[in-house]
């Protein structure tokens, strides 16, 4: 059998004997070849990101197991909507059963699970995972990130909240109901679930993206939206028998998300109030709500965009 011949020439190793080839370099055509197509940048992966997240809240693109529990708790919401322009048709009634801006105060607990649920897949999953880091390799930045998961979910919980008024609308339209009045009160409705949606996904993703194990984020998600409008309900009441005034009684909605939402729209949007009594917080007590909700939302930004800069090193 001949032996194997080498590429190397008589003379083309290195004085030395070191085996290195001496002016002997080849370049090999592979078949590579660099990208010359368009390049999208952060702008693009920026809305993907955003897109994705979007459809994952709804289960969109996911197994038919992540779809059960958003699509019924969308069904939740809708439901009673549609039930309420039924009676309001069939009775010929001169006017909605329930205020628009009442609708997602009263359904808050399916509110609730929606972003007890939500919030920690949207950010829990690169977590466990760590996919964060890849996310920041190039083009996206940290704050590509949170922005896009931010909107995301705000965006998820705006089609829920916003939906059912949209067929209390049409509903009301059917029924022939006043247009000016319905309108304001709709519009009022939907200026209210849409601080509410930002409000919301921004405290679900801080207290989500604080574990990678998404069940502890959506216990601690429950139990904050809960819990927090439990007790305020509750002390809020204790505090009217006991003849606080409804200064006080006001003050202590400041510490329930939902109750923000409630002494807002009552203040500024004259939508009747949950608060013991039915007295919403004055005006200027309804500045102090509103700086709140402004801070809160502001606050759980500049908190997500802390913690994926620590993540992302």
């Known amino acids: 059998m001949p032996a194997p011949q080498s590429d190397l020439q008589p003379g083309a190793l290195a004085q030395g004997g ?12 592979i078949g590579y070849r660099s990208y010359d197509g368009a390049r999208l940048g952060r702008g693009y992966a920026t809305r ?9 809240a709804y289960g ?5 197991k992540s779809k059960v529990l958003p699509i019924v708790l969308f069904v939740l919401m809708c439901v009673p909507a549609l039930l309420i322009v039924a ?3 069939t009775t010929k009634a001169k006017d909605l059963p329930l205020e628009y801006t009442r609708y997602a105060i009263l359904l808050q607990a399916v509110i609730g699970l929606f972003v007890a649920a939500q919030a920690p897949q949207a950010v829990s999953r690169d977590l466990r995972f760590r996919t964060v880091p890849l996310y920041f390799s190039r083009p996206i930045e940290h704050g590509d990130y949170v922005r ?3 909107a995301a979910l705000s965006s998820a919980l705006f089609i829920l909240t916003a939906v059912p008024l949209v067929v209390l609308y049409v509903g009301a339209m059917l029924a022939k109901l006043d247009f000016a009045d319905q309108t304001k009160g ?16 921004g405290i679900g993703l801080v207290i989500a993206a604080l574990t990678p194990r998404r069940g502890f984020g959506v216990a601690a998600v ?18 009217d028998v006991q003849g606080a005034t409804s200064t006080a009684i006001g003050l202590l909605g400041l510490f329930s998300p939902i109750t923000l939402i409630d002494g807002l729209q009552s203040a500024f949007l004259g939508a009747s109030s949950s608060f013991p009594g039915g007295e919403g917080p004055s005006t200027g007590l309804g500045v102090v709500y509103l700086l709140v909700v402004v801070g809160t939302i502001a606050a759980s930004y500049g908190i997500l965009t802390r913690r994926y800069r620590k993540i992302g090193l």
């Open 18 to 29: 070191t085996g290195a080839p001496a002016e002997q370099s080849r370049i090999h055509n």
């Open 60 to 64: 969109l693109g996911r197994s038919v």
């Open 87 to 89: 009676v309001t048709v």
């Open 222 to 239: 429950i139990a904050v939206m809960a819990i927090s409008y439990g007790a305020v309900s509750t002390v809020q009441a204790i505090a």
């Open 186 to 201: 709709f519009l009022q409705a939907v200026v209210s679930v849409a601080l509410l949606s930002v409000l919301f996904a």
């Open 48 to 56: 993907s990101l955003y897109t994705q997240s979007l459809r994952g």
């Open 148 to 150: 896009a998961k931010f």
